[in-house]
Nanobody, 124 residues
Framework: QVQLAESGGGLVQTGGSLILSCAAS????????MAWFRQAPGKDREFVAG????????NYVDSVKGRVTISGDWAKNTVYLRMNSLKPEDSAVYYC?????????????????WGQGTQVTVSS
């Protein structure tokens, strides 16, 4: 059974930084894509960033480009989301997701495993 465990969320001031972690277990992820999504209250779930296993391909939503970096420690089966220059509109529950396949897609329905989420709150 695939398990994705997120950590690293918290409360940060505008302009601050956070690093989210997603520890993956339960199967081989060597042909997988990992991604981070977020969902704010009253809003749809939104793709934030994705990475193919091994880091060959990445993809970011336009609103975070230049501020957010997705990376992985493949030996530890862990994916990171490093977020800088955080804004109040970045506040949301952030979810880690996994799918089989190398394409870094932004559609949540294409991901078959999800973590429980970690809350990120950016105060103004």
């Amino acid at each position: 059974q695939v398990q994705l465990a997120e950590s690293g969320g918290g409360l940060v001031q505008t302009g601050g930084s956070l690093i989210l972690s997603c520890a993956a277990s339960g199967r081989s992820f060597s042909t997988s894509t990992m991604a981070w999504f977020r969902q704010a209250p009253g809003k749809d779930r939104e793709f934030v960033a994705g990475i193919s296993w091994g880091g060959v391909s990445t993809n970011y939503v336009d609103s975070v480009k230049g501020r957010v970096t997705i990376s992985g420690d493949w030996a530890k089966n862990t994916v990171y989301l490093r977020m800088n220059s955080l804004k109040p509109e970045d506040s949301a529950v952030y979810y880690c997701a996994a799918r089989t396949g190398a394409a870094v897609v932004a559609t949540g329905l294409r991901y078959d495993s999800w973590g429980q989420g970690t809350q990120v709150t950016v105060s103004s």
